[in-house]
């Protein structure tokens, strides 16, 4: 069961973090994978060594996908490297930045929508109609908890998580005749790169931790099993779920 053999996957946002845990879990269930990142990093040539020395087949991408040129101009480069035949689409790549409903600044706005919404319009249209002709497809696109319970503090990345909730089930709606299911991914705290400065706050992380039943956060590879999981054939009548990775912390 959960065999990816023969499957070619993108996970966006893969150099480190939530989006490198999957792919390596996707990749070691047999997919190819197509690793990305904003820009060529140390980070996204390490975790594309590290992931070749294990023997996985990946190969690697980037795009800032703030800009829709650059997606577009990514979507060529696929061709050209003969990966743009992708089954799986991983939606993980998105920024988050803290403002208060008060704080509110247009063009912080406006940056946060493209890149985590307007980024997954695009992605979807450019991928999909491969996966429609096909009859097979995943999408799989990594919400947050704040989603359905917004932290003050983070007003418009809780929007943007929602927005794109919801596109989930637009998508899911439209895209399961067809034999491509759209499902969420919903962490919790996840220890990454993206919260580290803040969970030094001893104070602040015993509080958190309080909240949180599992008692511990996450890790980014605590969520890599629901997207094999979805990735896979035996997921094929699971369409427009939410499956919640954050230790109980959104009760
Ligand atoms: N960590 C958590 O506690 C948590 C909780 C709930 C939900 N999530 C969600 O899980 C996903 C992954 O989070 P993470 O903590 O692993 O993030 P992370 O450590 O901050 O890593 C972000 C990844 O996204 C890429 N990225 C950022 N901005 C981009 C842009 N404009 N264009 C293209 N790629 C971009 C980064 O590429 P570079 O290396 O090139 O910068 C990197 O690969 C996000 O959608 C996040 O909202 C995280």
């Not at 845990?21 to 390490?46: D, T």
């Amino acid at each position: 069961m959960f065999s990816l053999k023969g499957r070619k996957a993108l996970v966006t946002g893969s150099s480190r973090g939530i989006g490198k845990a999957i792919a390596f879990a996707l990749a070691r269930a047999g997919a190819h994978v197509v690793l990305h990142g904003s820009k060529p990093s140390e980070a996204l040539v390490n975790t594309l060594a590290s992931a070749k020395s294990e023997g996985l087949s990946v190969s690697m991408v980037t795009a800032s996908i703030s800009s829709s040129d650059e997606i577009n101009t990514m979507k060529k480069q696929l061709e050209q490297q003969g990966d743009a035949d992708i089954d799986i689409l991983v939606l993980n790549a998105s920024t988050q930045c803290y403002m208060k409903v008060h704080e509110f600044d247009a063009a912080v706005f406006e940056d946060m929508f493209k890149t985590n919404l307007a980024s997954s319009f695009q992605m979807i249209n450019l991928f999909a109609p491969y996966m429609k002709e096909k009859g097979w497809g995943r999408i799989i696109s990594i919400g947050s908890v704040n989603q359905d319970r917004p932290a003050g503090r983070l007003s418009v990345y809780a929007a943007t998580k929602a927005a794109q909730k919801n596109l989930m089930k637009t998508c899911a709606v439209d895209f399961a005749p067809y034999g491509v299911t759209v499902n969420t991914i919903t962490p919790g705290v996840i220890h990454t790169d993206r919260n580290a400065a803040t969970l030094k706050n001893e104070e602040f992380t015993k509080q958190l931790l309080e909240k949180i039943p599992s008692g511990r956060l996450g890790s980014a590879e605590d969520c890599a099993g629901a997207a094999v999981f979805l990735a896979s054939d035996e997921a094929s009548y699971v369409v427009g779920a939410d499956i919640v990775v954050a230790g109980g912390f959104q009760l």
